[in-house]
């Protein structure tokens, strides 16, 4: 393949507190500009951005006051009339949008890295929205590389990004970074430490890119999901009927065979998988109950990807 020729890098935005219970962000944000207070702007190879994105909800320490944040940054939704009764996640995104894109556009900020955490056994889990975003993917790919203490993985979404409906979608080369198992409001040093070095690896590799360097390509290992499972439920009260069975809890990115066990019945059954095998994502994500969501299937896909190099200015 060709050595692909992309525009350097200028600016990048380091996201926390989307979600307002997700404190790996909510605390490596303020990490970020305690380190810019002491050394200055030279620390980074790229002129720095950082927001807390979610302010309300990080007061109360919940996911979001009125509607999730991170389902707001649809092209519709960040173009529609704001009213005395918007959703504060709307204006706060059509807020972060102005701020950070326009989403679109050429004036939209290079790189947002938005930073989560899942309380499902995800490790550091990259999430884009493009099969062909080769920023996107060599960023996983040089996070794979540089980060050792935990399984690094890609997962991509397959939608057209005016749908893209989370905060990345509004840069240019948007990624999410999923770190877990972290229950919700809690801090943990260990989840910490590795997200501070994927953002440190984040930089690093923007350094390397924008001096010019080839950057070879090769293959990357991705996670396609297809579609979502819910828990089984009782017919009239509409409540789960069953939690994820033990021998699934915590196998996140396995490949679950038909006649696997999938739930467990609250009167001791099994329900077993009767699908196309597949790889389960977010299992027993506890922010997913309230969206119907028992895990996400994928499939597993190898992409290659083509050698980059930033076309100096």
């Not at 040089?142 to 397959?158: F, I, Q, S």
């Not at 430490?193 to 924008?210: G, L, R, Y």
Request: charge should be negative; charged fraction near 25%.
């Amino acid at each position: 393949m060709e050595v692909v020729t992309l525009p350097v890098l200028h600016r990048m935005a380091v996201c926390g507190g989307t979600h307002g219970d997700e404190m790996t962000g909510v605390f490596l944000v303020p990490e970020l500009e305690r380190q810019r207070r002491e050394k200055g702007d030279g620390i980074w190879p790229i002129a720095l951005t950082t927001v807390l994105s979610n302010p309300r909800a990080i007061k109360e320490c919940k996911r979001y006051v009125e509607k999730d944040l991170n389902r707001c940054f649809t092209s519709a939704l960040l173009s529609s009339s704001i009213t005395d009764s918007t959703p504060y996640e709307i204006q706060r995104a059509q807020e972060l949008n102005s701020l950070l894109g326009p989403k679109e556009t050429e004036d939209a900020i290079d790189i947002i890295c938005d930073l989560h955490n899942t309380t499902a056994n995800m490790g550091l889990t990259v999430i884009s929205y493009s099969f062909s975003n080769w920023v996107c993917l060599h960023l996983f790919k040089y996070l794979k590389e540089k980060v050792t203490t935990v399984p690094v993985r890609l997962m991509l979404l397959d939608i057209p990004i005016c749908d893209a409906y989370s905060l990345e979608s509004v840069s240019k080369y948007g990624i999410s970074l999923e770190a877990g198992p972290q229950p919700q409001g809690v801090v943990r040093a260990d989840i910490f430490n590795f997200m501070k070095e994927a953002v440190n690896a984040v930089m690093d590799w923007i350094k390397i890119f924008n001096s010019g360097q080839v950057i070879e390509g090769g293959e990357v290992e991705s996670y396609m999901v297809e579609k979502s499972i819910d828990y089984p439920r009782d017919p009239e009260t509409q409540r789960p009927s069953a939690a994820v069975h033990p021998q699934l809890q915590d196998q996140d990115f396995c490949l679950l065979k038909p006649g696997d066990p999938m739930f467990l019945t609250f009167s001791g059954e099994t329900v077993k998988y009767e699908g196309e095998p597949r790889h389960p994502i977010f299992i027993n994500e506890a922010a997913y109950y309230e969206k119907g969501i028992a895990f996400h299937l994928a499939q597993k896909k190898n992409i290659t990807i083509p050698s980059i190099q930033a076309k100096k200015d």
